[in-house]
């Protein structure tokens, strides 16, 4: 595993173990360690672009990190804001870090799970509703030194989110947190698609829609919840089928996160294909296009966030 061959000397367990939380729901968790000889652990920090909030406690968290004794990566935004650009490093660098703090709401955290593989990644809440960002800010030094503490202990507690890629032929998209969407050139009248979509080989559904939304749990909150699709606990392992605005459709549909979903688009229109409502790409028709998990996942560090407690921000 690439993340074992790392300089810094992290290793991943090789197993995964399942457990149970507290309120009963199947957790599966991996143990990061290092060794503490020869190296220093390294933390990389991302403030939602922008925000002045953002900025000054990602100087409070550099300062934590300096403090501890470790390293300090700052992606070009942050260090910019910072005044430190000579610190400046490529987000899509971070995969090489240990840990990565992201400062802002839940599309900070998004951003940074894009760029930065499997490192794990804590999130720090501002005021945002907090599916991923489960720190408050007035909490965020006090939860970056636990971190590092249980890094140089022997290792960090991740919980894991999957990701969901889309495929036609040779293509494959970028990996998605939360959903990828398969539709026509337009929505509404005169638009849409003619599709049948089939779960590990079975017909589920078919006609015609304005497209079909294939969901994570992580992504259940999301657009997903704008199609009337159905609220996924985050201990769920599972994906939403939804047909958006189908003539004559199913209801969603929740099946095993590691099912195969196949969405069959008919006609010579060809389909469009997001990832995450910002990667897309636009495939000759007809196509067929095939939709699973993807590796790795996003992996998460620090306490856990309230669903619940999340889920009355929404309201």
């Known amino acids: 595993m690439a993340r074992a061959m790392r300089s810094s000397g992290l290793k991943l367990s090789g197993e995964l173990s399942r457990v149970e939380n507290s309120a009963g729901f199947p957790d599966v968790r991996t143990?990061?360690?290092?060794?503490?000889?020869?190296?220093?652990?390294e933390v990389?920090?991302?403030?939602?672009?922008?925000?002045?909030?953002?900025?000054?406690?990602a100087a409070t968290l550099r300062d934590v990190v300096v403090d501890a004794g470790e390293a300090v990566w700052l992606d070009r935004e942050t260090a910019a804001a910072l005044d430190a650009g000579d610190d400046a490093r490529a987000v899509d660098a971070f995969g090489d870090c240990d840990l990565v703090v992201a400062v802002g709401g839940d599309g900070t955290f998004l951003f940074v799970a894009r760029?930065?593989?499997?490192?794990?990644?804590?999130?720090?809440?501002?005021?945002?509703?907090?599916?991923l960002n489960a720190v408050p800010p007035a909490d965020a030094a006090t939860a970056l030194r636990?971190?590092?503490?249980?890094?140089?202990?022997?290792?960090?507690?991740?919980?894991?989110?999957?990701?969901?890629?889309?495929?036609?032929?040779?293509?494959?998209?970028?990996?998605?947190?939360?959903?990828?969407?398969v539709q026509g050139e337009r929505r509404g009248p005169g638009g849409g698609v003619d599709y049948e979509v089939r779960v590990d080989g079975s017909r589920y559904a078919g006609g015609h829609a304005d497209g079909?939304?294939?969901?994570?749990?992580?992504?259940?909150?999301?657009?997903?919840?704008?199609?009337?699709?159905?609220?996924?606990?985050p201990a769920v392992e599972g994906l939403v089928v939804n047909e958006m605005v189908a003539e004559?459709?199913?209801?969603?549909?929740?099946?095993?996160?590691?099912?195969?979903?196949?969405?069959?688009?008919?006609?010579?229109?060809?389909?469009?294909?997001?990832?995450?409502?910002?990667?897309?790409?636009?495939?000759?028709?007809?196509?067929?296009?095939?939709?699973?998990?993807?590796?790795?996942?996003?992996?998460?560090?620090?306490?856990?966030?309230?669903?619940f407690e999340a889920l009355g921000k929404l309201s």
């Open 115 to 131: 760029n930065a593989g499997d490192t794990p990644i804590v999130g720090v809440n501002l005021g945002e509703v907090g599916f």
């Open 146 to 181: 636990a971190e590092i503490r249980a890094f140089r202990n022997g290792g960090l507690d991740v919980r894991e989110a999957p990701r969901l890629a889309a495929s036609a032929g040779d293509w494959t998209s970028t990996p998605a947190a939360n959903e990828v969407v």
């Open 212 to 233: 079909v939304l294939v969901a994570t749990p992580t992504g259940s909150t999301a657009y997903n919840l704008s199609e009337r699709g159905p609220l996924v606990h």
């Open 31 to 41: 143990l990061l360690s290092g060794d503490r000889d020869g190296f220093l652990m």
């Open 248 to 307: 004559e459709g199913m209801p969603p549909l929740v099946v095993d996160a590691d099912a195969t979903v196949t969405v069959a688009i008919a006609g010579d229109a060809g389909a469009i294909v997001v990832s995450d409502g910002r990667d897309t790409a636009t495939l000759d028709g007809p196509v067929e296009v095939t939709v699973e998990r993807a590796a790795p996942p996003i992996r998460i560090a620090g306490p856990p966030s309230d669903f």
């Open 44 to 57: 990389g920090i991302v403030a939602r672009k922008g925000s002045e909030r953002a900025a000054s406690l």
